[in-house]
């Protein structure tokens, strides 16, 4: 799989506290200028999915219907898991879901998303890349 590497000391480089075993998580998060929304997270690791083809259905509204129906469609992960509305990334230390997908209607306009060190984004539009964080 293409790998993109950012480096530790960008802008968009921070920490992901996990609050079950209070560690923190390198992760990569997207700016708002990008619109990367909605994306899901796989219900077993942290590689997330953008379906920027449904973007204009949220685009003014999201609602409970359209997440339904966004849910729908959403595959399974190489890995064995399902991308799912309610999915968070998962910690790097303890494999506790890092809940940051408190409401999903209103995650499906969400356009920062976040990518743990070491996970996949797999754009509807794009070839699937892991993300590497390095020094
Ligand atoms: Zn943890
Ligand atoms: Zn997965």
Not at 88 to 110: F, S, T
Request: net charge negative.
């Amino acid at each position: 799989m293409k790998v993109v590497e950012y480096e530790r000391s960008l802008q968009w480089i921070g920490h992901l506290h996990c609050p079950a075993c209070q560690q923190n998580n390198l992760a990569w998060r997207s700016s708002g200028m990008s619109e990367a929304f909605p994306h899901f997270y796989c219900s077993l690791c942290s590689n997330v999915i953008l379906q920027r083809k449904a973007q204009e259905l949220v685009y003014y509204e999201a609602t409970p219907e359209l997440l339904a129906r966004i849910a729908a469609t959403l595959p399974a992960c190489p890995c064995g898991g399902h991308f799912t509305p309610t999915a968070g990334p998962k910690c790097h230390w303890c494999h506790h879901e890092i809940p940051i997908v408190r409401d999903p209607v209103a995650h499906l306009q969400n356009p920062n998303m976040v990518v743990l060190n070491g996970a996949c984004v797999f754009p509807d539009e794009r070839e699937p890349y892991q993300v590497r964080i390095v020094d």
